[in-house]
Nanobody, 124 residues
Framework: QVQLVESGGGVVQPGGSLRLSCTASGHTFSPYTVAWFRQPPGKEREFVAAVWSSGLNTYYGDSVKGRFTISRDNVKNTLYLQMNSLKPDDTAVYYC?????????????????WGQGTQVNVSS
């Protein structure tokens, strides 16, 4: 059974940093494209960042470019999201997701597996 478990969320002041982790189990992690999505209160789930199986190719949503960094450790079966210069607009539930193949990687419907989410609150 495939499981993705996020951790690292919390409350942080504007301008602060957090690092999220997502640990995978139940499948061979390395071939999968993995991504972070987020869902702000009252809004739809949106793409944050994705990384291809090798870890060499990364893609970011426009609102987080230059502030967030996605990375993966295929030995530890873990995905990371380093979030710097956080803003109140970054407040959301953050989800990790994985897929073996598919179409537009920015669309939530193209992913096969999801974690339960971790809450990030950016507030003074």
């Amino acid at each position: 059974q495939v499981q993705l478990v996020e951790s690292g969320g919390g409350v942080v002041q504007p301008g602060g940093s957090l690092r999220l982790s997502c640990t995978a189990s139940g499948h061979t992690f390395s071939p999968y494209t993995v991504a972070w999505f987020r869902q702000p209160p009252g809004k739809e789930r949106e793409f944050v960042a994705a990384v291809w199986s090798s870890g060499l190719n990364t893609y970011y949503g426009d609102s987080v470019k230059g502030r967030f960094t996605i990375s993966r450790d295929n030995v530890k079966n873990t995905l990371y999201l380093q979030m710097n210069s956080l803003k109140p607009d970054d407040t959301a539930v953050y989800y990790c997701a994985s897929r073996l193949r598919g179409a537009d990687f920015r669309r939530p419907g193209q992913y096969d597996y999801w974690g339960q989410g971790t809450q990030v609150n950016v507030s003074s």
